[in-house]
């Protein structure tokens, strides 16, 4: 077997038609989904994306793999003679080649990129030497009239950033001109050339929408009326003990980061989030589309993700950055050629640090025994099989959240309360803290014992990693 991955950057699982949203389209996704296992419960370990990603291409979560934040380089931190999944798959005589971002930044991973035999639409780290790009793009002949200041440390820099990343609506550019359009076609031509050659290979592509800024090509921004875009649910009045009140009071991270939207703006926001997810659907529907016709759909595993989740307005939250479910829940499709549960609905807790077990079990890699996932490759063949009890998330080494069924569980050692408790079957969107309610003193202690045991006492017991 081959295998293509697909990441999507800033992700809500919510989105999606085939998990229940009815305004947002999907169509491509909502078809694939009818031929590959939809996981409904797919939990991350961390709050954004470098510890996310250093988690699930590692097998280790974020305490073990010494990333918590994106601001910790992974290839200084991991622990020796750790190994990524490119680096598996390279090992086993797998083709590798990434198109656009991989890890989080270029300079905290040069070595395991280093293992790439194509790097696309990436920076490439020292010493590489691969082949040119395999398609060329005329530039995009707009002017910019806010180009980034070059010195990356400056405070200029900083707020260039915010500018750029606080904002919604018309890209200004051609759906052709678009970065992630280019990524599919240049992802459409390699698999073309795999078939020609008979590459055995591994092959991830990345979309960067519906990261901020929310912004899309014009055609897909006017698919959505904001006047048809209801209000998010949770709003900040709901919330009786807010878990993280400078975002309420003193703005978000990457998007209305000058404090909270008006109505409109909210609508208009969500309207534009939903845009990008459709333009991004469009694009994963052409490489599928190529997988096909290339002949590779029977013998390639595809796995779509994103990265971790977004919050759209719920609890006034905008972005990631919170152990709360908008956050630690996140997209996750995969495809076994001939699987049995294809076309079906998984709602078992599956963990992304489970991906690169899962993806050895498949495909018969060598792995380590200190990987701190398991394969979840039996719930590919009975999606309803008894799994995990719960999933484990890491805000920082000093906050933590575990989730079962019924609640969810977080400690802070620094933050405005130092536990937070949530039924989640009376309280989906965790708007009351139950910690000091008597009448939920034993859900409080089971929650607590839960956490400290920890990800191994929530294990199958017949799943051992």
Known sequence: ?????????????????????????????????????????????AVCCNPSRSSFLTGLRPLTSGVWSNGQEMDRRLPPGTLTLPEYLKNAGFYTAVIGKFFHQVEYAEKPLSTFDRIEMYGKPPGWTGPDPILKFPPVTRANRDPAPPDKASREYRLWRARHSDRYGDSGLGIEEEGDRRIARTAIALLGEFAR???????????????????????????????????????????????????????????????????????EAIAAYYACVSF??????????????????????????????????????????????????????????????????????????DLVPTMGHLLGLKLPSNLEGISFAPLL?????????????????????????????????????????????????????????????????????????GWRAALPPDAAP
């Open 1 to 45: 077997m081959n295998l293509l991955f697909v990441i999507i950057e800033d992700c809500n699982a919510g989105v999606w038609g085939c998990y229940g949203n009815a305004i947002c389209q999907t169509p491509h996704m909502d078809r694939f989904a009818s031929t590959a296992v939809r996981f409904d419960s797919a939990y991350v370990q």
């Open 197 to 267: 050659e008979k590459r055995h290979f591994f092959l991830s592509v990345h979309q960067s929408r519906p990261h901020t800024p929310l912004i899309a090509p014009k055609p897909f921004i006017d698919r959505y009326d904001p006047d048809r875009i209801p209000m998010p649910p949770a709003p900040p009045a709901a919330v009786q003990e807010c878990l993280y009140p400078k975002r309420v009071t003193n703005g978000n991270p990457d998007i209305f980061m000058q404090g909270q939207p008006t109505a409109r703006q909210t609508r």
């Open 280 to 353: 991004v659907d469009e694009n994963v529907g052409l490489i599928l589309d190529a997988l096909d016709r290339h002949g590779l759909a029977d013998n390639t595993i595809v796995a779509v993700l994103g990265d971790h989740g977004f919050h759209l307005g719920d609890h006034g939250f905008w972005s990631k950055y919170s152990m709360l479910e908008a956050t630690r829940r996140a997209p996750l499709w995969i495809r076994v050629p001939g699987a049995p549960a294809n076309g079906k609905t998984c709602r078992e807790f599956v963990e992304f640090v």
């Open 381 to 453: 063949v009975q999606v309803d099989r008894p799994w995990k009890k719960a999933v484990f998330m890491v805000e920082s080494d000093l906050n933590q959240v575990a989730r079962n069924r019924r609640f969810s569980y977080m400690e802070f050692k620094k933050g405005p309360v130092p536990v937070a408790l949530f039924d989640l079957a009376q309280d989906p969107w965790e708007t009351a803290n139950l910690a000091n309610d008597p009448a939920h003193a034993r859900a409080r202690a089971d929650m607590a014992a839960l956490l400290a045991a």
